[in-house]
């Protein structure tokens, strides 16, 4: 729990949603998937890379990631320049949930970009 909530939600109370998708997690899933926890991956996904791919998005992509996330700063910089034209905003005050952490700014972040890519308003 230390860790998640360094680097997963920073908020002294969770959102009843984290809390509930926590607690509802496919254990059988995840661990086959990831392995037993966050810190040890030995699941399917250990090696499972799709850096490469990236160059092939070719729509405009908004890539986010919080200043404390458990995805680094330095991970999502890399998504960032894999995604030809991507925008990116790292959250100052987040981990991995800026939608819950910095809320207002988030809304904010996304309208703005959804309103430039497809005139949402």
């Not at 200043?67 to 905003?89: A, F, N, Q, T, W």
């Amino acid at each position: 729990m230390v860790f998640y909530k360094r680097h997963l939600c920073r908020l002294p109370r969770w959102p009843d949603e984290l809390v509930y998708d926590v607690d509802h997690t496919n254990t059988l899933v995840y661990t086959t998937m990831s392995g037993p926890n966050d810190m040890i991956c030995t699941g399917g996904i250990r090696y499972w890379d799709k850096t490469y791919d990236l160059r092939k998005i070719r729509v405009p992509t908004l890539v986010t990631g919080g200043r404390y996330d458990e995805s680094s700063p330095k991970v999502v910089m890399s998504i960032h320049h894999g995604i030809s034209k991507s925008e990116l905003v790292i959250f100052e005050k987040s981990s991995h949930l800026p939608m819950w952490e910095e809320r207002a700014h988030y809304i904010e972040v996304l309208s703005r970009f959804l309103s430039r890519v497809i005139g949402y308003n």
